[in-house]
């Protein structure tokens, strides 16, 4: 499966479908079946714009186009499986594809092209979903550093005279005899 999404993906690099279709109409319709990177870049004026060579775009899309056995000349896959017939001049040939069958080609590459885009704006709703949780965990790691770092320091002062209230205390429990009472009453308050 992976292997398959990774072929179609190429489908999604800008301009690979009009360099594809603009190969399938020259391979289609040529004279001849098999024609080398020379040949392409005479007949057609110019190279790919998404890959390095016409023979390079050719192995990277298997799925319309083969090489023969050295690699120097490319053929239209569907072309190179049609019988040859003589040309009239005691060659074999295979003869080129007819308008429809051409069009058909450059209809199941459009269709390759659609599905991909299709595909990929199926998963596009997880980028927002992504960047969501990255930004919540980063906010999160955020404020958890900010809160341990601004922490106020523990006031030493208020610390001393909190243990020297325990021990006080402590002093005052184990001597219980130390303890006079008071001579003097509480008076209530007087009302307002």
Not at 40 to 61: D, G, M, Q, V, Y
Not at 69 to 75: E, L, N, Q, R
Not at 97 to 120: C, F, G, M, P, W
Not at 142 to 160: C, F, G, H, Q
């Amino acid at each position: 499966m992976s292997k398959i999404k990774s072929e179609t993906a190429r489908y999604i690099i800008p301009d690979r479908l009009s360099d594809v279709i603009t190969l399938i109409s020259v391979l289609a319709t040529d004279s001849q079946c098999f024609r080398t990177e020379e040949g392409l870049t005479i007949a057609l004026r110019s190279n790919p714009k998404t890959s390095a060579s016409w023979i390079k775009l050719a192995t990277e899309h298997s799925e319309f186009f083969r090489l023969n056995g050295d690699g120097k000349f490319i053929a239209l896959l569907l072309r190179s499986y049609l019988p040859e017939e003589p040309d009239g001049e005691g060659k074999y040939i295979r003869p080129p594809l007819t308008i429809d069958e051409t069009q058909n080609l450059i209809n199941s590459a459009i269709a390759l092209h659609d599905k991909e885009i299709n595909r990929l704006q199926r998963k596009s709703y997880r980028i927002p979903i992504i960047t969501a949780l990255i930004a919540s965990v980063t906010a999160l790691l955020i404020s958890a550093v900010t809160t341990y770092t601004s922490r106020p320091k523990p006031d030493t002062a208020l610390y001393n005279k909190i243990d020297s209230t325990i021990q006080l205390l402590q002093q005052l429990h184990s001597k219980p005899d130390t303890l006079k009472p008071s001579s003097k009453t509480i008076q209530p308050m007087p009302p307002h």
